[in-house]
């Protein structure tokens, strides 16, 4: 099981992240103190914010911006340190999801985009929750996938199992002077407590429509926590992917489903139906 994960894992990351040196047509640069943070600008309609998960780059969105942008306008980005992205604090050893929130709310006011729908896979899941606990009025609809509101002991044990040099082959892609940046710190979340921890009374403060989703067999992540989160958030629903392991959306096989559950959620066909 754990060479498949380890297979699941590294093809995901080296496909999201192969083309990552491309700017594409649609892609630009936001400036925040100095750092580029690199996003691409989709069709039109109500936001529709697209964060990747740790070691993928907005690249991994591609078959969903082609269905989304056509009633969204969707804006994928680059996660800082990923990609295009710069890295924000080069002699940071932890990563900070906080620190990235911080950058995606400046991003949004200079965009001027005050109500915006999101998905997140992983890391981006969780700076979703973040953003959610910072302005809990600016979101109007949330998807999280495979996010965590803390770091459990069965996390810290698989990213202890796999190994800081699976790390160095998965950053590869994002090139030599990020390679040991990224790997270092995803390394580090062995050790890493505080970011992510949330709290009951904090996910209680959440305002948008939310769908938790999560795999049955994510080595990951305990299903305890979609359900906590699920249990602790207002207007939340909760889908659990059968064998989805940790992305389920990364699937190949599964983009076609993840794409008419995550529609019918954003345009609120669950909601009509209750």
């Known amino acids: 099981m754990r060479k498949f994960t380890i297979l699941i894992w590294g093809c995901i990351f080296f496909t999201a992240t192969s083309s990552q040196v491309k700017v594409n047509p649609n892609g630009k640069f936001f400036n925040y103190k100095g750092i580029k943070i690199y996003y691409e600008d989709t069709g039109s309609g109500e936001p529709l914010l697209l964060l990747h998960n740790y070691m993928g780059t907005a690249d991994q969105w ?19 340190g990923h990609g295009r992205s710069d890295t924000y604090n080069k002699g940071a ?9 911080k950058i995606i709310l400046a991003m949004l006011d200079s965009l001027q985009l005050n109500k915006v729908n999101a998905i997140g896979g992983s890391s981006g899941g969780m700076t979703l929750l973040h953003l959610n606990v910072m302005q809990p ?8 996938i495979g996010a965590q509101i803390y770091f459990s002991r069965q996390c810290r044990d698989w990213v202890t199992q796999l190994g800081l040099n699976t790390f160095m082959e998965w950053a590869k892609p994002h090139g030599a002077e990020k390679q040991k940046i990224l790997a270092t710190q995803f ?48 207007n939340s629903r909760l889908w659990i992917v059968p064998n989805g392991g940790h992305l389920p959306y990364l699937i190949p096989d599964f983009q076609s489903e993840f794409l008419r559950v995550s529609l019918e959620f954003l345009n609120g066909n669950w909601d009509k139906n209750d």
């Open 93 to 101: 050893t932890f990563f900070k999801h906080g620190d990235y929130a």
């Open 62 to 80: 591609k078959p969903y911006v082609e269905v989304y942008s056509k009633q969204f306008r969707t804006i994928a980005i680059d996660m800082m």
């Open 187 to 234: 390394w580090q979340m062995r050790d890493q407590y505080g970011d992510p921890s949330f709290t009951a009374d904090m996910l209680g403060t959440m305002r948008a429509n939310w769908l938790v989703v999560q795999g049955d067999n994510d080595e990951a992540l305990p299903l305890q926590q979609a359900l906590d989160m699920h249990q602790s958030i207002p």
């Open 137 to 144: 009025e600016r979101f109007k609809s949330v998807i999280t």
